[in-house]
C-alpha cells in the first residue's frame, strides 16, 4: 500500500496551497517536509529529487511530482476531480488557468516595491471586480447548476473557492456583486472534507506575510 502523499515546500502558501486544498478536498492525507535551511534544499537537489532544481516537489505514488499545475491534474485525475471526457477538461483548465492568472497577481503583490504597492493593488482590485469575477458568475448564470463543469464537483470548483478566499482576505466588498459565486463558495466550504480542511489547526496556511517570502528567499535565493 502506497504511503501518504508528501509535500516538499517552505511553510507558507505560495505555489503549494492550491495542492493542499485539492488533495483535503479528495479526502488525501498528505504530510509536509519544510524546507527551513538551505541544507534542506541542497539536499533535494544533490539527491536527483528535483527535475527543474525547484519546488514544490511531491512524493506520490511511488514518484517524485513537480511542477504545480502537472501535479494538480495528476491529483484531479486520480481522484476523478477532472470531468467526464476531453470537452470537460477542456473546460475546468480553462477556468483554472483564469484563476491562477489572478491569483499570481496576489502573489506578486506580496514582493512589489512600496512605491508600486498602491497601483498594484488598485490593478488587482479593477482586474478581481471587472474580469475575473464576472467570468465566473458568467458560467454559473449560464447553465444554473451547483458546480462549474458537468454539475459535478471538478478542481476547478475547488480552486475557484480558494480563490475566493484569498480575495475576502484582500477586500471582501469585492464579492458583494456576485452572489452565485458567495453561493459557490459556501457550497463547497460546507462540503465535510473542506470544512474539516477550513477549521483552525488544519494543514491550509495563514496568508503569506513579506517576512515569510524573506525567509524563504534566504533558502532558495529567489
Known amino acids: 500500500m502506497a504511503g ?11 505555489r503549494v496551497e492550491s495542492i493542499r486544498w485539492l488533495l483535503a478536498a479528495a479526502g488525501v492525507e498528505f504530510e509536509e517536509k ?53 470537452k470537460e477538461r477542456l473546460l475546468i483548465d480553462m477556468y483554472t488557468e483564469g484563476m491562477a492568472d489572478l491569483y499570481e497577481m496576489f502573489l506578486q ?46 478542481k476547478a470548483d475547488i480552486l475557484l ?3 475566493l478566499y484569498t480575495v475576502e482576505e484582500f477586500d471582501a466588498s469585492l464579492l458583494a456583486s456576485f452572489p452565485l459565486l458567495q453561493a459557490l463558495k459556501a457550497r463547497i466550504s460546507n462540503l465535510p472534507n473542506v470544512r474539516k480542511f477550513l477549521q483552525p489547526g488544519s494543514q491550509r496556511k495563514p496568508p503569506t506575510t513579506e517576512k515569510m517570502i524573506e525567509e524563504a528567499r534566504k533558502v532558495f535565493k529567489f
Open 109 to 154: 503583490l506580496i514582493v512589489t516595491p512600496p512605491d508600486q504597492k498602491d497601483a498594484k493593488i488598485a490593478l488587482i482590485k479593477d482586474r478581481t471586480k471587472n474580469r475575473y469575477l464576472p467570468a465566473f458568475e458568467k458560467v454559473l448564470k449560464s447553465h444554473g447548476q451547483d458546480y462549474l463543469v458537468g454539475n459535478k464537483l471538478s
Open 4 to 14: 501518504k502523499p508528501v509535500l516538499h515546500y517552505f511553510n507558507l502558501r505560495a
Open 34 to 86: 519544510f524546507i527551513e535551511t538551505p541544507e534542506d534544499f541542497e539536499k533535494l537537489r544533490n539527491d536527483g529529487l528535483l527535475m527543474f532544481q525547484q519546488v514544490p516537489m511531491v512524493e506520490m505514488d511511488g514518484m517524485n511530482l513537480v511542477q504545480s499545475r502537472a501535479i494538480l491534474n495528476y491529483i484531479a485525475t486520480k481522484y476523478n476531480l477532472y470531468g467526464k471526457d476531453v
Open 161 to 163: 473557492t480558494e480563490l
